[in-house]
């Protein structure tokens, strides 16, 4: 049976509601043939899951969807599919617009589609709906989703600040909302957090041409890989600064575990690499928005593995290793990216140095290292 060409499925998502529903009415005004599906999971404590489907004239369709396991997304992730499938089938749709609820982040949905819908429906693009204004004042919000009532499932324990963090790194494209309350800082402060990302205004031409630019789903995903992310670089313009640290040496680990509380609390944004003297095989990811940090392990260094495993790996993450090799730490280093209005660069990178091996336990070697308190066990779930 011939299916016809994929359907195009554009995905807009973003925290900040007003500024999302604005590009998506702007998508469905000037892309002919565009249907709009919203999943709002704000009902999910009640048990109900709420799907609504419109264009341009208004809302077409009502229904809800059952929850799954006593979880908003997965329901959501179990009816999305399916129902754009329908839209595919039916022949008549050009674009949909799959607009996301507010904490629910596009990297999941976007897999989801890509690993489902294969021959029937093709991601065409990601944007994230910015409203500069709010770009800081949610990046620093440290409160649970749950407080807000945005938690997608009764285990959710994201923040509002890491949540809104991921949805605007992931997406390629940011659609940026006029705001009278929007500064030159707003605007570096956007900048820098995503310098790669294609920033178009919600109520340009460049909107419509973004929802069908196309995108690699898997290179989506090593960007944001901790192994071979890519990282900002540093910056400073308009009081907002990136600051990239980059060091070989490893980290004290008590000396880094006594600093975690200033440097998470340092910057608005931090992110990126980094290992730890006594686990010198185990790359460890640095997540921190709103006050809140997250450390965990990302799997092996490369430099720990034997040959015959690096066939097994992925070429984007056997190039990164091999650009940033070292004869002695191999791809093991510290590259940690902080990046705030006000940042104390000096301050900051003081602290950093601090924490890492001093000369004397340097010259000692991986075997004394290996005897250092393992201060980071409990964070990491290891016994």
């Known amino acids: 049976m011939n299916r016809g060409p994929a359907l195009a ?17 702007r998508l469905l005004r000037t892309v002919p043939r565009s249907l709009a599906l919203h999943h709002d999971l704000s009902g999910a404590p009640e048990g109900t899951v709420r799907r609504s489907l419109r264009d341009a004239s208004g809302t077409l369709s009502r229904a809800e969807a059952p929850l799954v396991d006593d979880c908003a997304c997965c329901a959501l992730r179990e009816d999305l599919v399916p129902e754009l499938v329908r839209l595919a089938e039916d022949g008549t749709t050009a674009l949909a617009v799959v607009e996301l609820w507010d904490s629910v982040e596009p990297k999941a949905m976007a897999e989801v589609v890509a690993a489902h819908g294969a021959g029937r429906l093709e991601v065409t693009g990601v944007i994230t709906a910015v409203d500069p204004a709010l770009v800081l004042p949610y990046l620093g919000n440290g409160d649970d989703l749950a407080e807000v009532g945005l938690a997608a499932a009764p285990t959710d324990q994201r923040t509002v600040g890491d949540t809104w963090a991921r949805q605007l790194e992931y997406a390629p494209v940011l659609a940026v909302v006029d705001s009278a309350e929007a500064d030159e800082e707003d605007g570096a402060l956007l900048a820098q957090l995503h310098p790669t990302a ?12 973004a929802a069908f630019a196309g995108f690699d789903v ?11 992310a890519l990282l900002p670089q540093e910056a400073d313009e308009a009081g907002v600064s990136t600051l990239v640290w980059r060091r070989r040496r490893p980290f004290h680990p008590e000396r880094l575990h006594r600093a975690l509380e200033d440097l998470c609390c340092a910057a608005a944004r931090s992110r990126g690499r980094f290992w730890l003297a006594e686990r ?8 921190a928005a709103g006050g809140a940090l997250c450390v965990e392990s990302a799997g092996p260094w490369l430099a720990s593995l034997p040959d015959a495993a690096w066939e097994l790996v992925p070429p984007v993450r056997r190039a990164a290793a091999a650009l940033d090799w070292h004869p002695d730490h191999g791809d093991r280093c510290q590259h940690l990216v902080f990046t705030s209005p006000g940042l104390d660069r000096d301050g900051l990178e003081r602290l950093l140095d601090s924490c890492l091996l001093t000369d004397t336990e340097y010259a000692a070697g991986p075997e004394s290292w290996s005897r250092l308190p393992a201060a980071f066990g409990t964070l990491l779930d290891v016994a």
Request: glycine letters at 2%; aromatic letters at 2%.
């Open 280 to 287: 010198p095989d185990t790359l460890l990811a640095w997540e």
């Open 198 to 209: 294609r920033r178009v205004r919600a109520d340009s031409v460049e909107l419509a041409r």
């Open 218 to 228: 898997e290179a989506a995903a090593a960007a944001q890989h901790p192994a071979c």
């Open 9 to 25: 499925v554009a995905i807009v998502a973003g925290l900040h509601s007003d500024a999302r529903r604005e590009v998506v009415d």
